[in-house]
C-alpha cells in the first residue's frame, strides 16, 4: 500500500512539473510574439528613428523573456533568440534605414525561428493532457489520498470566468461593424501581450491574460477581412 500510494505522489509531482514547465513555454511564446510583431513594424516604416524605436521595444522585451525561456528549457528557441538579440542591437546601430532592415529582417527570421522550435518543443515534451486525462480516470479513493495541484484548480476558475468574455466577443464579432470590432479586439490583444512582459506577475494573472489573448486572437481571425 505504501508503494502504490508513493507512485502516486511521484505521478502527481511529475504532472504539477510538467504543468509548470508548459505554462513557462507558453508565457515565453506569448512574449516572443511580441517581439515579433515590434520588430515587424520595425521593419515596415520608413523612418529610421521610428525603426529604432520598434526595435527597442523588441529588445526589452526579449529581455524580460529570458526568464521564462530558460524555465522552459527549450535550447533551440532559446539560442535562436539570443541570435535575434545581436541583430536587433546591430540595427539601432545602423546608420542607413537599408542596412537597418537589412539586420531586422535577419532578426525576424531568426526570431520565427524560436518560435517553430518553442512549438516543437511543446509538442514533442508536454504531457500536460494526458497526464490530466489519467488524473481524471483515478478512482475516487485515490482522489481522497493526494490533492490535485492548485494550478490546475486556479486555470479551471479563470476559464470559467472567460467564458461569458468569449461569448460576448465573439457577439460583438457577429454583429459590430468590422473594423470596429477589429480595433476594439487588437486593443484588448495589445493590453495582454504587455501584460505578459510584466516581471513578478501573479501565475493567476499571467494565466487569465494568457487565456484572454488567446480568445481574442482568435476573434481577430476572424475579422481579417476587414483590411
Not at 20 to 30: D, Q
Not at 153 to 182: G, M, N, P, R, W
Amino acid at each position: 500500500m505504501k508503494y502504490f500510494y508513493f507512485i502516486l505522489l511521484t505521478t502527481l509531482l511529475v504532472l504539477f512539473s510538467s504543468f509548470e514547465l508548459n505554462k513557462a513555454c507558453e508565457y515565453a511564446g506569448s512574449n516572443i510574439g511580441y517581439v515579433k510583431t515590434e520588430t515587424q513594424k520595425a521593419i515596415d516604416v520608413n523612418d529610421i528613428n521610428i525603426a529604432r524605436y520598434h526595435a527597442y521595444k523588441a529588445l526589452k522585451a526579449i529581455e524580460k523573456t529570458k526568464e521564462q525561456l530558460s524555465n522552459c528549457g527549450c535550447d533551440y528557441a532559446e539560442t535562436n533568440l539570443k541570435e535575434s538579440f545581436k541583430d536587433l542591437v546591430l540595427a539601432t546601430k545602423a546608420t542607413t534605414l537599408r542596412s537597418t532592415k537589412i539586420l531586422l529582417n535577419r532578426s525576424l527570421e531568426k526570431t520565427n525561428g524560436s518560435l517553430e522550435a518553442l512549438q516543437k518543443h511543446e509538442l514533442h515534451n508536454s504531457n500536460y493532457a494526458s497526464d490530466v486525462l489519467a488524473m481524471n480516470t483515478v478512482g475516487s479513493e485515490q482522489k481522497k489520498s493526494v490533492a490535485a495541484p492548485k494550478g490546475i484548480y486556479l486555470e479551471q476558475k479563470i476559464d470559467s470566468t472567460l467564458f461569458a468574455y468569449e461569448k460576448s466577443l465573439q457577439k460583438i464579432v457577429e454583429t459590430v461593424d468590422c473594423k470596429k470590432a477589429l480595433n476594439y479586439a487588437t486593443q484588448i490583444f495589445e493590453h495582454c501581450e504587455q501584460q505578459l512582459l510584466k516581471p513578478n506577475l501573479s501565475e493567476g494573472k499571467k494565466y487569465y491574460n494568457l487565456r484572454t489573448k488567446e480568445i481574442t486572437a482568435s476573434a481577430i481571425e476572424q475579422l481579417k477581412s476587414c483590411n
